[in-house]
């Protein structure tokens, strides 16, 4: 059930070929080398997440659908990026506003 990156590569394999494989769980890890010993086949470091978390929230509902067009976009050229440095691009598609956690 675990990805394995011994026999997959997740920036080059269809999802078709990891359900073939049996991958069907990939554990992004932090703290890769000190959980993992630096050498586990099925954990794969959590710094190869491009995390993009921004936009204004449900405050100005309009802006929003704005930056979400403008983050479509740009993502598209972020995964091209991405993909050649063996990275992953998790999109935060949150309403709340940002800051809502702070009050």
Do not use: W
């Not at 059930?1 to 080059?12: G, H, V």
Request: aromatic fraction near 8%.
């Amino acid at each position: 059930m675990l990805f394995n990156t011994a026999e997959s590569a997740l920036n080059e394999t269809s999802v078709s070929e990891l359900v073939a494989r049996n991958h069907r769980v990939v554990l992004y890890v932090a703290d890769y080398s000190n959980f993992t010993g630096g050498g586990s086949v099925y954990a794969t470091d959590s710094c190869r997440i491009c995390n993009a978390i921004n936009g204004p929230g449900t405050i100005d509902v309009p802006a929003q659908l704005v930056d979400y067009e403008m983050q479509f976009k740009y993502d598209r050229q972020q995964v091209a990026r991405n993909s050649s440095d063996d990275l992953f691009l998790l999109r935060q598609m949150g309403a709340s506003d940002p800051d809502s956690n702070l009050q």
